[in-house]
């Protein structure tokens, strides 16, 4: 039988005086110091600590520090204080247009009340978290299911985060426990949408290209026959010029021709005898078959006359 609690501390008391508590030789004195040691028990500051007595919570408010059990009557099991993180695979959910989206979240908790942390997790912290997993994705389920995919994205997206983390601590509190913050880290579309959407923004984009070339080829068409027509018009008004400048230079070279004429006819037919011989002999091997004694050699046949 075991000694009773208060005969049990000032034994310990005792031996801890004389020093020899730790190197005592005498089974008696060593079964007591495992016993002493089974009834003492600490309590970090980030810890909570649970008293059961035969599978039955009697205490839960301890304060960091040293505290003492009954052995093989009471145990103790130690919950953590601290704020905890949820950081789950990304689910699935469907906007108000039907859209789908991949949602990666994260959620920070902690433990509120141990008792009731307790009672509905039996203090398996995987339970509490796949419960509370449930928890976040239904009431993401909610609020994606009333927002258009532009809201979720950026519009709503701080209010949305808000409600969560509202409407996730209403039904979290059964549980012991309390919601912290919940965070939406990325949104994305699936795989599939993805590529459908690259798929048709490439279309888009190609038919805008397209559009745009067909722009600039007619611009360039116009831009080209306006230029030839500049071209033309520069050209047939250069040629009406010519035209006509030539034809005040044949006026006037008829005008002169007309009074040199008029003025020794004899020497304007002489001119046009030495103009008749220099185009005939222009080029070399030119054979004329004519009278020596035609007009064309009148001036010839007239200077070998002495």
């Known amino acids: 039988m075991s ?21 005592s030789k005498k089974s008696g004195d060593f079964r007591c110091a495992s016993r002493f040691g089974s009834s003492v028990f600490t309590v970090r500051e980030d810890q909570y600590a649970v008293l059961f007595r035969l599978g039955e919570i ?17 145990n103790v099991i130690k919950f953590d204080r601290r704020i905890l993180s949820l950081d789950t695979q990304p689910e699935r959910f469907l906007t108000s247009e039907k859209k789908d989206v991949l949602v990666d979240s994260v959620v920070k908790w902690r433990i509120d009340n141990v008792e009731d942390y307790y009672t509905a997790t039996r203090g398996d912290e995987l339970r509490a978290q796949q419960t509370l997993g449930q928890i976040v994705k239904d009431r993401m389920r909610d609020e994606f299911n009333k ?17 969560l983390k509202t409407a996730s601590n209403a039904s979290a509190s059964k549980l012991g426990i309390t919601v912290v913050d919940v965070r939406i880290k990325r949104i994305d579309l699936p795989e599939q949408v993805t590529d459908a959407v690259f798929q048709r923004m490439r279309s888009e984009r190609a038919q805008v290209a397209n559009a745009l070339r067909s722009k600039g080829a007619e611009v360039g068409e116009r831009e080209r026959a306006e230029a030839d027509r500049k071209v033309a018009v520069i050209l047939a008004e250069a040629e009406s010029q010519a035209q006509q400048i030539r034809g005040e230079g044949d006026a006037e070279a008829a005008e002169i021709y007309a009074r040199a004429y008029s003025a020794d006819p004899e020497f304007y037919a002489f001119h046009r005898s ?6 005939s002999f222009k080029a070399q091997g030119n054979v004329l078959v004519l009278d020596p004694d035609s007009e064309f050699f009148e001036y010839f046949n007239k200077v070998k006359k002495p």
């Open 3 to 23: 000694k009773p609690l208060p005969d049990l501390l000032n034994f310990v008391d005792r031996k801890v005086r004389v020093g020899n508590f730790a190197t």
């Open 58 to 74: 009697q205490r839960i408010d301890f304060e960091p520090g040293l505290h003492f059990k009954m052995p093989l009557v009471n």
């Open 147 to 163: 927002r258009t995919l532009q809201q979720v994205v950026a519009d709503q997206r701080d209010e949305m985060m808000a409600n």
């Open 274 to 279: 030495l103009e008749a011989y220099r185009q």
